[in-house]
């Protein structure tokens, strides 16, 4: 009997900062990277992932969740309230409670629930008041984690994060090795043996303090401000895209060939054989 891993969220669930112009939307992720190593233990897994850059919690009950659950699933990873924790004026306690709504319908659906703890990011002294709203969001999760036996992939304890290489230059979403690894965490709290290995990293860049200054003005030029002012404007980096793989597909097939066939497809190209 074939077996269902359907990933819902955000940025951290599509993909963003695992780069690849191969997979749909430009990005491949941890969620894709578990869903083939799942297809090599046994084959008749399926994988369907509607996570969508930018979005809050409730846009993701609201669009993602029932659809999700329509398709009967086995395991629903989900990360959500990122995003609306960025936002001091949200409250965290009705944050939470619809949060704990979307995981008792997932479990009531008969669906495992795999969650997630946000990381200890560590933050200019201007953002330390999200760092305190993470740490209560952790809280709540693994409360919930408890109540609903979920699976729980504690992001918050990963020290290896502190490592600058394993996130993206926005500082915000990991890099491609570090959604290897992250992909990896979730294996091993899915009880799945796998193949992955990590690649060395490449020796830290050391830098002067005027190049530190340097790259601390463009980080906040090029990502905290644009980030902020896309808030003010109630626009996102997710308003135009489509989930990357709505409907489930077998990863055993390959990945890159599945997404190879579905841009042709698009493109009312005739498939390759």
């Not at 990933?7 to 690849?20: C, L, M, P």
């Not at 290489?165 to 959604?179: C, E, K, N, T, V």
């Amino acid at each position: 009997m074939s077996r269902l891993f359907v990933a819902i969220g955000d940025s951290f669930t599509e993909g963003v900062g695992d780069w690849d112009s191969r997979y749909p939307n430009g990005v491949r992720g941890w969620a894709d990277r578990v869903a083939k190593q799942l297809s090599k233990q046994d084959p008749r897994w399926r994988y369907a992932n509607l996570a969508i850059r930018s979005k809050r919690l409730q846009q993701i009950i609201d669009e993602q969740l029932q659809p999700a659950l329509d398709l009967r699933p086995t395991v629903v990873s989900v990360y959500a309230g990122g995003n609306d924790i960025l936002e001091l004026r949200t409250s965290i306690t009705p944050l939470m409670e619809s949060y704990e709504d979307m995981v008792s319908r997932i479990a009531a659906a008969g669906a495992r629930p795999l969650l997630f703890t946000g990381f200890d990011v560590r933050l200019h002294p201007v953002l330390e008041p999200m760092r305190r709203r993470n740490w209560t969001y952790n809280d709540h999760v693994r409360r919930i984690a408890d109540t609903y036996g979920a699976l729980l992939v504690d992001y918050w304890c990963f020290d290896e994060y502190h490592d600058q290489r394993l996130w993206d230059i926005d500082r915000l979403h990991m890099s491609p090795a570090g959604h290897k690894n992250m992909a990896a965490h979730v294996l091993r709290v899915l009880g799945i043996d796998h193949t992955l290995s990590a690649k060395p990293l490449r020796p830290a860049q050391q830098l002067t303090v005027a190049e530190l200054l340097r790259k601390e003005s463009a980080w906040w030029g090029e990502w905290v401000i644009p980030m902020f002012g896309r808030r003010l404007r109630n626009v996102t980096l997710g308003d135009h895209l489509e989930p990357r793989w709505p409907e489930p597909i077998r990863p055993a097939d390959g990945l890159k060939r599945l997404a190879a066939e579905r841009f042709n497809a698009s493109a009312g190209h005739a498939p390759s054989s």
